[in-house]
C-alpha cells in the first residue's frame, strides 16, 4: 500500500470534450487524497511526461495513476523505469470515445475507472528482475536442410550452438534427393541440389558442436537452463543449453492406409519418395520386372486433403511430382505420362514448372479423382478416374503408379506418451481388476506412440511437446508461428508445418530468431510473448497447499512440476504468466506482485454500485487482454457507443479468473458479470492456449455458487470475441446489458 501516489489525468485526444475532466481531479482529490493531481491537455507530450517525472525525482510523487489513453498505447512515454509503480487508466478509448459526451453516467463511469485505477496500483507490488547464470547455447535438434539452416543461423549471429542428428550424416531427407525444386528462374526445370557446402559450414564451423548417430536421452531444465544428455553409440555428454529449436522434419504418410490406391496390391505401385530413392540410385523401372516402364499415372494428394487421412495439404507434393514427370521424361522421351489432381497448387513462379510439364504432348495431366487402381490386363495396372474434365469415368492402363503421399510431422506427442506411461503402469498396478483392464485397453488404444520420445523432456506434462490434431507441435499458429506449448522450445520446418526446402530456411531463421530472443529475456528475468517483458512471475504460498494439483495439471506450459507428495514446483523461465494456475487454485495462494485474487477483487469493490434502480444495473465486464480488451479499445476508436453502465477489467487470459471475483461481484450487488475471452476450439486464438476453454468449464461449477446465492444463472455469460471484432461488441454488450436489466436489480445491493 503506498501513499504517494500522483495522479495525472490527461483532457487531450477529445477526452476533455466528453468528460469534465476538472471535476474528474476534483473527484480524485476528494476521495483518493493523492500526493498530486493535475490535468493536462497532453500528457504524452514532452511537458507532460517531463511533469511527472519532475515529481517523481523530487520524491513528490513515489508512483503513478494516469488517466489518459489506453495502457496499449504510449507504453515508452510512460515508461518510468522498473521502480516505479504505473497505473493506466483507459479514460480515451473506453470512456471518451464510446459514451455520450458530458452525460452523468459518463462522468460516473469515469470515476469508477479512476477508483479502479486507483485501487490497483495500490495492489501493485515491484517486481525485481530474476537474475540466474543463463547459458546462451542453442541446441538445434535435427541435422536436415532446416537445422543445418538453424545452426548456421545461431553460429553466425554469434551464439554457440549444439546440434543433434539421429543419422549417422548430415543433411537428412535433402541429401537423398536426385534434384530439388526450382527456386530461380527460369522455374522450368528440376533444380540440382548439393548441401555439402552447408554441411561442410555446419562441420567446420568454430561454434557449431554436431552429433550424429545421436539422440537425446534427457532434456531437463528450463529456457536458459536446459540440460541435455546426449547419447552416442552408448556414450553419454552433457551440455547445458538456454533454448531449443527443433527441426526433426517430417515423414511421408502411411501408404500402407491407402489400399484403394492399390499401395500393397502390386508392386508397381509406389509413392512419390520411393520414385524419387529410385531416381536418385538410377534408372526408374518397374519393381516387378525391373524394366523401365512406358506408361506412368501420378495420384496427386493421395491421402492429403482427406478427412480419413490427412486434412490438411501437403504443399510440396505437386511440385515434387512435377520433378517426378521431368524424371520419366528425361529417361524416356515417349512414354505415356498422365497425373490426376484435384487441384495443382504451384503458387507464384513455380507456376512456370507446371506449365513447362503441361506443355509436352505425351503429359497428360486432368482434373479428377482416383477411385481405384487394380491389377489391368497384360500384367498393368488398371486405373479408374472419375469426375475428370471429360465428365465420363476413364480407365487408363498404365505400367507404374506413382503416389504423391502427404507430409507427416515428424513429432512426438508428449501428452500421448505420458498418457501411455501411466497407463502402462496402472495395467500392473492398478488397485482394482477393473481398474487394471480398463489401463490395459488405454494402453491398447495408445501403444502407437510407444518409443517414438525424440526430446525426452522430464516435465511432468509429459516427455515431448504436446500436439495439435494432425500432430504438428505448434501452440498458437495465428499470432506466434514457431512457437510450441514448451517455452524456450521452437519448431522449425515441415515439423513445425508441410514446407518446401525454400520455406524451411526461411522458417530456420525465424525460429533460431525466437530462440535467442526467449535466452536474451530470460537472462532479464522477462517473459516472452504474449507477455513480453514482464518481469512478475506467481508466487506460491505453499504452506496453504493442499496438493489438489489443479495448477499442475492445467498449467498449459508444463512450467509447473511436483514434488514426491505433489506440491507444484514453478520452472519460473517455462512460466508465461496467464495467470491460470491463479484462476485454478481452490485455495488462492498464487499471486503476482501486479497480479493477484485479492488486487482484481479491490478493483471489482472499488466499482460503485447503484442503488436499486432497473434502468441503471451495474455490470462488469473481465476482458482477456489479448483480443476482447483490444478489440474494446477498437470499439471507441471506430466512436461505436455501448451502454454505460459496464465496468470493464482487463485480464491476462480468462483462465486466470479466480471464481472468487464472480461471487465477490454478485454479492456486492453487481448485477451480471459478462467474461470475454479467446475462440475455442480447433482454429483457437487463445493465447494461452487453453484459457477460455478452462474458464467456460469452471464456469460450468459456477452455477451452484450462484444457486447458494439465490441468482439467476443468467447473471452470468462468457462470449467468445476475436480481436477484429469491434463491430460486433456494443451489440454484444448491450444485449447482455438488457437481459441483465429484464432480470431486474441483483437482491444484494445494499448489503
Ligand atoms: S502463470 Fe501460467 S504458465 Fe506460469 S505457472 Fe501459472 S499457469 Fe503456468
Ligand atoms: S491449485 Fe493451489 S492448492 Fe492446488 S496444488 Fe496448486 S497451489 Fe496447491
Redesign the pocket.
Known amino acids: 500500500m503506498t501513499n504517494d501516489l500522483g495522479v495525472y489525468i490527461c483532457s487531450g485526444c477529445g477526452i476533455g470534450e466528453a468528460v469534465d475532466t476538472e471535476k474528474l481531479a476534483a473527484f480524485g482529490r476528494r476521495q483518493l487524497k493523492p500526493a498530486a493531481c493535475q490535468v493536462h491537455p497532453f500528457l504524452c507530450g514532452t511537458e507532460g511526461v517531463e511533469l511527472i517525472k519532475g515529481h517523481l525525482a523530487s520524491g513528490a510523487v513515489g508512483a503513478v495513476v494516469i488517466a489518459g489513453c489506453t495502457p496499449r498505447t504510449k507504453t515508452r512515454a510512460f515508461d518510468f523505469g522498473p521502480k516505479v509503480v504505473c497505473e493506466r487508466v483507459n479514460l480515451r478509448e473506453q470512456v471518451a470515445w464510446c459514451q455520450r459526451p458530458h452525460d452523468e453516467d459518463t462522468q460516473a463511469m469515469a470515476e469508477d475507472y479512476l477508483r479502479m485505477g486507483w485501487a490497483k496500483a495500490q495492489k501493485t507490488e515491484l517486481s525485481e528482475p530474476l537474475a540466474e547464470l543463463i547459458s546462451k547455447k542453442v541446441l538445434v535438434v535435427g541435422g536436415g536442410i532446416t537445422g543445418l539452416t538453424a545452426a548456421l543461423a545461431g553460429a553466425d549471429a554469434g551464439y554457440e550452438v549444439v546440434l543433434v542428428e539421429k543419422q549417422p550424416r548430415l543433411g537428412g531427407f535433402m541429401a537423398t534427393l536426385k534434384t530439388g525444386i526450382p527456386h530461380h528462374p527460369p522455374y522450368t526445370k528440376p533444380a540440382a541440389v548439393s548441401l555439402t557446402d552447408t554441411a561442410l559450414a555446419v562441420a567446420v564451423h568454430p561454434k557449431i558442436q554436431a552429433f550424429t548417430s545421436a539422440h537425446i536421452s534427457k532434456l531437463e531444465g528450463q529456457p536458459g537452463s536446459f540440460d541435455v544428455t546426449i547419447e552416442v553409440g552408448g556414450a553419454e555428454s552433457h551440455h547445458r543449453v538456454g533454448a531449443v529449436v527443433l527441426a526433426t522434419g517430417w515423414k511421408p504418410y502411411d501408404a500402407t492406409r491407402l489400399k484403394h490406391l492399390g499401395y500393397g496390391l502390386t508392386p508397381d505401385v509406389i509413392t512419390g519418395v520411393e520414385l524419387e530413392q529410385m531416381a536418385a540410385a538410377g534408372p526408374i523401372v518397374r519393381p516387378s520386372n525391373g524394366q523401365a516402364p512406358r506408361s506412368v499415372l501420378f495420384v496427386q494428394c493421395a491421402g492429403s486433403r482427406d478427412k480419413e487421412h490427412l486434412a490438411y495439404c501437403s504443399s510440396v507434393c505437386c511440385l515434387a511430382t512435377l520433378k517426378h514427370v521431368a524424371y520419366v521424361r528425361e529417361q524416356n522421351p515417349d512414354a505415356k505420362v498422365y497425373l490426376v489432381y484435384k487441384d495443382m497448387r504451384t503458387p507464384g513462379l513455380y507456376e512456370q514448372f507446371s506449365d513447362a510439364a503441361q506443355a509436352h504432348p505425351l503429359n497428360f495431366f486432368t482434373f479428377g479423382e482416383v477411385v481405384s487402381v487394380e491389377k489391368g490386363s497384360s500384367d498393368r495396372l488398371a486405373v479408374t478416374v472419375q469426375g475428370s474434365v471429360l465428365g465420363e469415368t476413364i480407365l487408363v492402363q498404365v505400367d507404374l503408379v506413382v503416389l504423391a503421399t502427404g507430409m507427416v510431422p515428424n513429432s512426438a506427442d508428449g501428452e500421448a506418451i505420458r498418457a501411455l506411461k501411466d497407463a502402462e503402469l496402472k495395467a500392473v498396478r492398478g488397485e482394482s481388476q477393473t481398474q487394471r483392464a480398463d489401463a490395459a485397453r488405454a494402453v491398447e488404444s495408445l501403444k502407437e506412440h510407444r518409443g517414438t520420445e525424440i526430446l525426452n523432456l522430464t516435465y511432468r506434462q509429459g516427455p515431448d511437446l504436446p500436439v495439435l490434431s494432425q500432430g504438428f507441435p505448434d501452440s498458437h499458429f495465428v499470432c506466434f508461428p514457431y512457437e510450441t506449448r514448451r517455452t524456450g522450445i521452437y519448431a522449425a520446418g515441415a515439423v513445425r508445418a508441410p514446407m518446401d526446402s525454400a520455406q524451411a530456411e526461411q522458417d530456420a531463421w525465424g525460429a533460431t530468431m525466437k530462440a535467442i530472443q526467449s535466452i536474451e529475456m530470460a537472462a532479464r528475468g522477462q517473459a516472452v510473448h504474449p507477455r513480453a517483458g514482464d518481469l512478475s512471475y506467481p508466487i506460491?504460498?505453499?504452506q496453504?497447499?493442499?496438493?489438489?494439483?489443479?495448477?499442475?495439471e492445467?498449467c498449459p506450459f508444463g512450467s509447473?512440476d511436483?514434488d514426491e507428495k505433489?506440491?507444484?514446483r514453478l520452472n519460473v523461465y517455462r512460466c508465461r504468466r496467464c495467470g491460470i494456475?491463479m484462476g485454478?487454485?481452490?485455495?488462492?495462494?498464487?499471486s503476482f506482485k501486479n497480479y493477484s485474487v485479492d488486487l482484481i477483487a479491490s478493483m471489482i469493490k472499488a466499482i460503485e454500485v447503484p442503488e436499486e434502480d432497473e434502468e441503471k444495473p451495474r455490470v462488469l465486464v473481465l476482458a482477456c487482454e489479448n483480443d476482447a480488451y483490444p478489440a474494446l479499445d477498437a470499439v471507441g476508436q471506430r466512436r461505436l457507443q455501448y451502454d454505460p453502465s459496464v465496468r470493464i477489467i482487463p485480464v491476462r487470459c480468462l483462465g486466470s479468473v479466480n471464481i472468487v471475483w464472480i461471487a465477490d461481484a454478485l454479492s456486492r450487488g453487481i448485477d451480471g458479470v459478462l467474461l470475454l475471452g479467446c475462440k475455442l476450439g480447433e482454429d483457437y486464438q487463445c493465447h494461452f492456449v487453453k484459457g477460455s476453454e478452462l474458464a467456460k468449464r469452471r464456469l460450468e461449477n459456477v452455477s451452484e455458487t450462484l444457486q447458494r446465492l439465490q441468482l439467476e444463472p443468467e447473471r452470468l455469460q462468457l462470449s467468445e470475441v476475436s480481436i477484429d471484432e469491434a463491430g460486433n461488441l456494443p451489440a454484444l454488450v448491450n444485449t447482455f446489458v438488457e437481459k441483465v436489466r429484464e432480470i431486474g436489480p441483483n437482491p444484494y445491493k445494499g448489503f
Request: aromatic letters at 4%; charged letters at 25%; one cysteine or more.
Open positions: 506460491f504460498q505453499l496453504r497447499c493442499t496438493q489438489c494439483k489443479r495448477c499442475t492445467e509447473l511436483e505433489g506440491t507444484p494456475c485454478a487454485c481452490p485455495e488462492r495462494i498464487v
